[in-house]
């Protein structure tokens, strides 16, 4: 069975700071999935890669295949970016981590 | 956009009822998946469907049942509710395809059994 860990479980930043969180797995996967959960529940899907980068606005995702490891980056952090952030690894099911809760400071 | 809705967005039970979640997605998905989301444990499996009429367990299926008659929809059952059972329940769908198994979530609907 997959093992996903993230870290850090929670994180304080202030605004405009740059931020990183970053997801581990244990066993090969074909995808890894990155969502984004909003107070209220709604879970959003940011990024789904198998390999390199992605970026989509102010948000950078990468992956590094050997490692087994992923990063989700977010420049100039604003307020509206604090959530909790999930990585998924798809190795035929999901397997999720715990989440980093985000709070960003005016 | 893939539109996943959910019956309730907050609902609340007695112990020992019959509860019944529904979940509707738009895109024609053939996976349906039900999970559960608690502090400190991230989302659970407690269900997927991979087709009409098709069940799988997940991680946690004790206390719980599914039914799929049709593909746009995917119902999670709770036979006798108990405490332990609430919860924010969340459906999510994806159809196989390039990439990987990329996942649509509804809103969540937030359960409490008193």
């Known amino acids: 069975k997959n093992e996903v860990e993230q870290s850090p479980q929670n994180l304080t930043a202030q605004e405009g700071e740059f931020i990183t969180i970053n997801c581990s797995y244990s066993?090969?996967?074909?995808?890894l999935h990155w969502l984004q959960q909003h107070p209220g529940g709604g879970i959003v899907s940011l990024f789904m890669l198998s390999s390199g980068k992605k970026k989509h606005g102010r948000l950078i995702a990468t992956i590094n295949i050997q490692e087994k490891h992923s990063s989700l980056h977010i420049t100039a952090s604003h307020p509206r970016d604090s959530a909790v952030y999930i990585c998924?690894?798809?190795?035929?099911?999901?397997?999720f981590g715990s989440g980093t809760q985000l709070t960003v400071l005016p | 956009d893939v539109k996943v809705t959910q019956s309730s967005r907050y609902l609340v039970k007695r112990t020992g009822e019959k509860v019944f979640l529904e979940c509707v997605q738009d895109m024609d998905h053939e996976n349906m998946f039900w999970y559960r989301q608690d502090p400190g444990l991230g989302l659970r499996l407690i269900y997927f469907?991979?087709?009409?009429?098709?069940?799988e367990k997940g991680d946690i299926p004790e206390g719980y049942s599914v039914s799929r008659e049709k593909k746009e929809r995917f119902s999670l059952i709770l036979e006798s509710a108990s405490t332990n059972q609430t919860s924010m329940y969340l459906c999510?769908?994806?159809?196989?395809?390039?990439?990987?198994?990329?996942?649509?979530f509804g809103p969540g609907t937030r359960l409490t059994v008193l």
């Open positions: 469907s991979y087709d009409v009429k098709m069940k």
């Open positions: 066993v090969g996967i074909s995808a």
């Open positions: 998924a690894a798809i190795s035929g099911q999901l397997t």
């Open positions: 999510a769908s994806s159809s196989p395809g390039q990439g990987g198994n990329e996942q649509f």
